[in-house]
């Protein structure tokens, strides 16, 4: 499978490396094809612009600028995002991400106020993220991050395509054990991808 892992963190040192590691190399030694998007390390720009935003409802010049990002999601049958949870969401540059790069007419076309899917090939979309709060906190502020992937961007995939989440909560307080766990755990889900 053509897997495409979408990284955002800013720190070499992270422990979201180390997540993005094991998510790849697990992924790699089962055999599938992976497209690794380190977005700091690539120097994507999350800014769109006013004429960006001029052209971006207009599919016949809205990948000016962004062609290499769409070409490489329009590869992938599987998403897999790895990143921190800052504020309840995903950073500002994974949002910048899917705000430059998900446009009209490369993930959906818009037909009298009727979204259609276009990114059909995709089958699976997983997140690997770390939060700082317990599990209940985010579950009582409704998830958004985990809403936004398993609604919004699940809705413009393939039928029946399928979600992960996994999440090591507490990270503010995390220990080398529970930090291990979860690595091993991510390994395990990986694993069976």
């Given at each position: 499978?053509?897997?495409?892992?979408?990284?955002?963190?800013?720190?070499?040192?992270?422990?979201?490396?180390?997540?993005?590691?094991?998510?790849?190399?697990?992924?790699?030694?089962?055999?599938?094809?992976?497209?690794l998007l380190d977005?700091?390390?690539?120097?994507?720009?999350?800014?769109?612009?006013?004429?960006?935003?001029?052209?971006?409802?207009d599919p016949a010049?809205?990948?000016?600028?962004?062609?290499?990002?769409?070409?490489?999601?329009?590869?992938?049958?599987?998403?897999?995002?790895?990143?921190?949870?800052?504020?309840?969401?995903?950073?500002?540059?994974?949002?910048?991400?899917?705000?430059?790069?998900?446009?009209?007419?490369?993930?959906?076309?818009?037909?009298?106020?009727?979204?259609?899917?276009?990114?059909?090939?995709?089958?699976?979309?997983?997140?690997?993220?770390?939060?700082?709060?317990?599990?209940?906190?985010?579950?009582?502020?409704?998830?958004?991050?985990?809403?936004?992937?398993?609604?919004?961007?699940?809705?413009?995939?393939?039928?029946?395509?399928?979600?992960?989440?996994?999440?090591?909560?507490?990270?503010?307080?995390?220990?080398?054990?529970?930090?291990?766990?979860?690595?091993?755990?991510?390994?395990?889900?990986?694993?069976?991808?």
């Open positions: 499978m053509k897997i495409l892992v979408v990284y955002c963190h800013p720190r070499a040192d992270s422990y979201a490396a180390a997540l993005r590691d094991a998510v790849c190399t697990t992924l790699a030694a089962r055999g599938h094809a992976v497209d977005l700091y390390a690539e120097g994507f720009r999350p800014v769109m612009d006013a004429d960006e935003r001029g052209r971006y409802n010049v809205n990948r000016q600028g962004i062609e290499d990002q769409i070409e490489r999601l329009l590869r992938a049958e599987a998403l897999v995002f790895v990143y921190p949870t800052w504020w309840y969401g995903m950073p500002a540059m994974l949002k910048g991400w899917f705000d430059r790069v998900w446009a009209p007419g490369v993930v959906f076309d818009i037909n009298g106020g009727v979204i259609r899917p276009l990114l059909t090939g995709v089958r699976h979309v997983a997140a690997v993220t770390t939060m700082g709060a317990p599990w209940w906190f985010a579950w009582f502020m409704g998830h958004p991050g985990r809403m936004f992937l398993s609604r919004g961007v699940r809705a413009v995939c393939g039928r029946g395509c399928r979600f992960t989440w996994l999440a090591h909560d507490r990270m503010d307080s995390s220990t080398p054990e529970t930090r291990a766990r979860f690595l091993a755990k991510i390994r395990n889900a990986f694993g069976r991808f």
